[in-house]
């Protein structure tokens, strides 16, 4: 299973990378779901979306920059390299697709674009600051440590419990707002 796996990430690092991505995606709202939300009924449709964005977005997107870095600073186990990619990732990356995701979830899910604002404007500094406490930790072993083929996988293993926490806060209700 490992072998086929390495052929298809050969042969095709963006499809497996997107695949994969998405499947882990959609796991980690399932759990959110179930373990975080409690709720009776599991929304396919809501995993269904979730999946999707990390099948058509959030994995080519992660290839790309990885890619991008990679190419910008080099491969290996360069400590000043790996510092600079962790600082781009994290005060580029990162902060823009958190915008993204907490702008696109609600939208995909049939939300208004003024929900998708506010939504944005109510969590995005809760979550940025969440990925700040777990995110640099993580890409200073994956960019140091892990060749780039093999990159996307590791955060999406790491991922797969920060995307719980992602789709339970891209996916609750927004508070009403009150007059005062």
């Known amino acids: 299973m490992l072998r086929a796996y390495k052929n298809l990430l050969q042969r095709h690092p963006f499809f497996t990378q997107a695949v994969q991505t998405g499947l882990l995606m959609g796991t980690g ?3 959110a779901q179930v373990v975080v939300e409690k709720r009776p009924k599991l929304d396919l449709r809501r995993s ?13 997107s992660l290839r790309l920059w990885y890619g991008v870095l990679e190419r910008a600073f080099g491969a290996g ?16 990356f990162a902060p823009t697709l ?16 003024g929900d998708a604002t506010d939504k944005l404007s ?24 892990v060749p780039l083929q093999y990159q996307v996988l590791v955060v999406q293993v790491v991922a797969l419990f920060w995307n719980v926490y992602v789709s339970w806060k891209a996916n609750a209700p927004l508070a009403k707002k009150t007059k005062v």
């Open 48 to 60: 269904a979306t979730f999946t999707a964005i990390g099948f058509c977005f959030l994995g080519p």
């Open 122 to 145: 109510n969590d995005y500094w809760t979550v940025l600051k969440a990925n700040y406490v777990l995110w640099p930790w993580v890409q200073i072993g994956n960019f140091y440590f």
């Open 29 to 31: 709202d399932v759990i």
């Open 77 to 92: 186990r360069q400590p000043a390299a790996t510092l600079k990619k962790v600082a781009l990732d994290q005060f580029v």
């Open 98 to 113: 958190i915008a993204s995701l907490l702008t696109v979830v609600p939208l995909a899910n049939g939300h208004t674009w």
